[in-house]
């Protein structure tokens, strides 16, 4: 039986049943609350809000989506998202929603198409999770959608650009670098890589002094000091590097100095050159890239709300992130508290106009200070909070960190311009060819074309070729576009718009330029480099040559001894009426003309000079012109020598020679007279001028010959120093004057140009290096025998020439002891040196050689006097025999009268 309740049982339970309602009320009354609040949160938001059911079709979204599509509410409710995506992203949604759905994991979904109601198409990132009910079953999805589609131009922008002068910079045959202030790398190109023989990770960790030597580590610190202190560009030149393997290199480099935006330098940039390969900048730029897609893909937005003072009373965890703050120490911040002073008063304003006004502020910029001190770069949209009475009681808003795209568009700016640098700065041409035109060409294309960046858009390239070489670069442009692959380094000759030629270096690459087929062309200026070959080539045929004919010319010198001496003897016995008498004085001039046959040829293997003294050149010229033009009247001669001619060290003889040698060769090609002109000139010459010929620089001394004959093709001039190598008949010349010439002018430490084309005569130019000393006066020496007294020593691995000698010798009044080699030599004078009065000691002896001989006999009599005798000249060799004390040298054949001289110079006796 149920038993019946009390009158307060029930008043118990009225009691209960109404404080249950006023409970459900005010939860009531605060869901109302909550969800205006967050109604109005979607409404002020910049990102899209939706829900949708399990198949997809919408059901619930803020107005962003509806501005963001273009399409009113009523057409949007219901649609499904394969109505306004592409097929791709429609197909990306499916299989995202339904690993949503099965695991209940929310996900992001990136890059994903938009189709609006004019058919443009956007890009959003959205992020989707899972919809349940009360009882835990999934109902549908929700999620953000964010506009990302300028972010995706900026970063296609950003790539475009990077990936146009990477191109430019990977493709170089030049080293880019940058280094900090201390000489650290800290970015180089792949170029640099390979030049230093070291990886990219690797450089980037060294300094110049870890592949240097000490004395090249203070070179280059001196030259980026130098730019430090004067701002002013420089370069280094012949700097050596050791490679990773060991091995040594020769580059060049450029130094600028780099400063940043403050004006303050912060390290160096510049170009080194050598002859490797390139490549490595391409990490250095992914990384770069890959660093501001980084920073791009982590900008979030965040919301807050300030009361009138300006103090924050509700923000979200993206206003912590940008603040550094936790949401304790943020809470009640007000905003002149992390925004800078400077600001202060346009923030106040604005937000001041939104609450007079009621109208919501346009997005603006300002700064904002995180905890850590850091100045960020934000974005600020701003608009009045309202209460139920529609009564202002605070601001609430969007707050986006602008900082790292500030960031990306620096970045961009500082791609462009250093790229821009390099290819400005570079010492190559770069330019594109399209069309077979040119187009984009750098300034050092208009250096070398001498044609301004105007006059080369309308100039095909094929124009600025040789005709020599103009079917072969056509055939090879023609090769790049059907191949699509890149060319190696091929050389040509080029005309510049002087119409000089000058060798140059190209190598073509294949690219799309606006869209179309181009080839990327890098253009090297390799005249000074062909020189050089030329005069290695020439100096390799001088040597190999030059070798054979020092040798001979040696031998042929010991058989006119002996043609000398004989001659000599017979004719001191017979007078000069004797029928022979004639015949033996055409045997002694037949042998000096052999002699001067033998001294052509020592002069083309660089023999060495006979007696060198500090000479007047305008001097030299005055006599050797006056001489040769009283022979050849035909030829009219122009001189032109300057007044104070600096003074040089020469053997007067020789320089006779080569001025005839050049006199003879111009009459040769006047055949019909013509102009001769003699110029000389003081010059100062540069290291690039001189180091093609191995000549140190300084000041020289010039002689040039022009004549007005016939001139030279440009395979004759290529030979024209060349042994034995003559365009006349043989009858007339031997082949040996200009290369006779050019070793008497090399060995006298200077060098020899000739400039020749046909129909239009050719200029020799000599360059005889200068000299501090004074020049010496010659005095004339009379052709006389003298006889003395006393014994000699005369040694000669020469049977004849010893005989001769010898005969000669006693002839002179003098007793002879001889040697035929030098061990023979030192055991005659080891006994007999009391009574031997001086040596004529030969100077090339098989076995011990005169110079061995000779520091034999200073040590057994440190004042033995020693005249040394060779086929050869004084070069080398026997210079430094003398310089250890040898009293003389003379050279073979030599007559009576000069052995005379020399015998009694060397004793001690008056002449």
């Not at 009113?72 to 499916?94: C, H, I, S, W």
């Not at 006349?728 to 020899?752: C, E, P, R, W």
């Not at 520091?855 to 080398?876: C, F, H």
Request: proline share 3%; net charge negative; with cysteine.
């Amino acid at each position: 039986m149920v038993e019946t309740p009390t009158y307060e049982d029930l008043q118990r339970r009225i009691q209960t049943l109404e404080n249950e309602l006023d409970a459900q009320k005010k939860i009531k009354e605060s869901l109302i609350e909550n969800e205006k609040k967050y109604w109005n949160i979607l409404e002020i938001m910049e990102e899209g809000y939706f829900e949708c059911d399990l198949k997809g079709n919408l059901t619930f979204f803020n107005d962003v989506i509806v501005q963001f599509y273009q399409r009113p509410r009523d057409e949007l409710l219901g649609m499904n998202y394969r109505e306004f995506t592409t097929q791709a992203t429609a197909e990306k949604v499916y299989k995202t929603y339904n690993e949503i759905y099965r695991t209940g994991i929310p996900a992001i979904l990136s890059d994903c198409e938009a189709v609006k109601k004019d058919g443009s198409i956007g890009v959003v990132e959205v992020t989707v999770s899972l919809v349940k009910d009360p009882l835990g079953e999934p109902i549908g999805f929700c999620g953000v959608s964010r506009d990302v589609t300028e972010k995706k131009k900026a970063e296609k922008a950003l790539c475009e650009s990077e990936e146009r002068y990477r191109q430019i910079l990977e493709k170089m045959e030049e080293g880019y670098y940058e280094v900090n202030l201390a000489g650290n790398f800290i970015f180089c190109n792949e170029a640099l890589c390979r030049i230093h023989g070291y990886p990219c990770n690797e450089l980037l960790t060294m300094n110049n002094r870890d592949y240097t030597s000490p004395e090249e580590a203070k070179r280059v610190y001196k030259i980026f000091n130098q730019v430090y202190q004067t701002g002013i560009p420089s370069k280094i030149v012949d700097l050596e590097i050791f490679g990773k393997d060991g091995s040594t290199h020769m580059i060049e480099i450029s130094a600028s100095l780099q400063r940043n935006d403050m004006g303050i330098p912060i390290g160096f940039y510049g170009i080194t050159r050598d002859r490797t390969e390139q490549k490595k900048a391409e990490e250095a730029l992914r990384q770069s890239e890959e660093r501001y897609r980084n920073i791009l893909e982590s900008i979030e937005e965040g919301y807050y709300e300030v009361d009138p003072t300006g103090h924050i009373t509700f923000f979200n965890e993206t206003i912590c992130t940008f603040h550094g703050r936790s949401p304790d120490e943020l809470r009640g911040l007000c905003y002149q508290d992390f925004i800078p002073s400077d600001d202060h008063q346009k923030v106040f304003k604005i937000f001041n106009d939104v609450y007079k006004t009621g109208m919501p502020a346009e997005i603006f910029e300002t700064r904002m200070i995180r905890k850590d001190g850091q100045l960020r770069n934000v974005e600020i949209s701003v608009s009045l909070l309202c209460n139920e009475k529609r009564e202002p009681i605070g601001f609430r808003g969007i707050t986006r960190d602008r900082t790292e795209q500030k960031k990306i568009e620096k970045a961009l700016k500082e791609s462009e311009e250093k790229y821009r640098l390099v290819v400005e700065n570079a010492n190559e041409g770069i330019y594109i060819i399209q069309d077979d035109m040119i187009k984009f060409p750098n300034p050092r294309m208009n250096e070398l074309t001498g044609y301004s960046m105007e006059e080369l858009k309308d100039i095909p390239l094929l124009d600025l070729v040789h005709q020599d070489d103009r079917d072969k670069i056509e055939q090879q442009i023609r090769q790049s576009f059907k191949d699509q692959a890149p060319l190696n380094i091929y050389s040509f000759k080029m005309l510049n718009k002087a119409g000089s030629i000058i060798w140059v270096d190209l190598n073509t690459i294949p690219i799309m330029w606006e869209g179309r087929p181009a080839t990327l062309n890098f253009l090297r200026d390799i005249t000074p480099h062909k020189k050089m070959e030329l005069q290695l080539l020439q100096a390799s045929k001088m040597e190999a040559l030059g070798t054979l004919a020092g040798g001979v010319a040696h031998n042929f010198n010991n058989l006119l001894m002996g043609i000398q001496g004989n001659a000599s003897l017979i004719q001191l016995d017979v007078d000069r009426e004797h029928p022979h008498y004639e015949k033996l004085n055409n045997i002694t001039k037949l042998v000096k003309d052999g002699s001067m046959l033998a001294k052509q040829l020592l002069g083309a293997a660089r023999g060495g000079k006979y007696e060198v003294r500090t000479t007047d050149v305008n001097r030299l010229l005055e006599q050797s012109v006056y001489l040769f033009g009283r022979t050849k009247k035909e030829i009219t001669i122009h001189k032109d020598l300057q007044v104070d001619i600096w003074p040089v060290e020469v053997d007067s003889g020789q320089i006779d020679q080569v001025l005839f040698n050049l006199y003879i060769n111009a009459w040769h090609a006047m055949s019909g007279g013509g102009d001769l002109y003699v110029q000389t000139q003081n010059v100062i010459l540069n290291d690039d001028y001189t180091s093609p010929y191995h000549v140190a620089p300084g000041r020289f001394v010039k002689i040039s010959i022009t004549d007005t004959g016939i001139g030279m093709d440009e395979s004759t001039v290529g030979k024209i120093f060349d042994p034995f190598f003559t365009t006349k008949d043989m009858v007339v010349g031997t082949g040996l004057g200009l290369a006779s010439a050019y070793g008497i002018i090399q060995n006298h430490k200077g060098f020899i140009t000739v400039y020749s084309q046909k129909g239009s005569g050719t200029t020799f130019n000599i360059y005889l290096p200068a000299t501090e000393k004074k020049v010496v006066e010659e005095r004339a020496v009379q052709d006389e025998i003298l006889t003395g007294s006393g014994t000699i020593l005369f040694v000669d691995d020469e049977d004849g020439v010893r005989q001769i000698g010898k005969a000669i010798l006693t002839r002179l009044g003098y007793q002879v002891l001889i040697a035929k080699s030098g061990e023979k030599a030192l055991e005659i004078f080891q006994k007999d040196k009391d009574k031997i009065d001086m040596i004529i000691l030969d100077m090339i002896m098989p076995d011990m050689s005169g110079g061995e001989t000779f520091d034999q006999l200073k040590k057994i009599d440190p004042n033995v006097k020693v005249l040394l005798s060779s086929g050869y000249t004084l070069n080398g060799e026997a210079k430094a025999i003398l310089d250890r004390g040898c009293k003389g040298f003379i050279q073979k054949p030599f007559s009576l009268s000069e052995l005379s001289k020399r015998v009694k110079q060397i004793k001690g006796e008056n002449e």
